[in-house]
């Protein structure tokens, strides 16, 4: 399978060593590239990308607006974000806006393929610097090494909990399990309530505590 990849950064050199390091592995594609946020939305639509590489500071149009924008056109692309930013507060703010991971620009070349694939199958990358930050603590555990939880989760609650971390949107979940959308909003609710909550980061947060997006 080849991925295709939409480039967004402001600096052109940037984007052409990019380019080079993604086509050089076989399975990517660069479809396009952009240098702003707004440019960015256009060529997401235009171009039907399967992830989009994106930098944070964008002319135009930062980069959190402009993945809330290719989340709402198109909920199936994923979007990594690729930064020199390194402050913990990015990254749940990425996250609400329907990010799929965050990577930093120091990272090893090598890596961001791996983060891309990850991605697009599905799954969540956070730069392990950034990780750490984001999970200073680490979860309470029971004598038998599981993570404890407030309150018990459902099988249902659990699988539909799973699937959100993983990226993929209410629709998408009742497709899979063969209920309606609004009874997937019924689980994640519930489930949210029970362990404390309040949005997509910290559903993901939850995930990569319990082990669920280890193979990100």
Known sequence: MTFRVLLVDDHPVVRGGLKVLLE?????????????????????????????????????????????????????????????????AYVPVFLDAGASGYMLKRAAASDLPRAIQAVAEGGIYLDPAMASRVLPNPPRRGSSG????????????????????QGYGGKEIAAQLSVSARTIETYKMRAMAKLELKNRADIVRYAIRRGWLQSA
């Open 24 to 88: 050089s592995e076989g399975n990517m594609s660069v479809v396009g590239e952009a240098g702003d946020g707004f440019a960015a939305v256009i060529e997401a639509e235009r171009l039907q990308p399967d992830v989009v590489v994106m930098d944070i500071s964008l002319p135009k149009l930062g980069g959190a607006e402009a993945t809330q924008q290719i989340k709402k056109q198109r909920p199936e692309c994923k979007v990594l974000i690729l930064t020199a930013h390194e402050e913990r």
């Open 146 to 165: 599981e993570f404890v939880a407030s309150f018990e989760l459902s099988d249902r609650e659990t699988e539909v909990l799973r699937l959100i971390a």
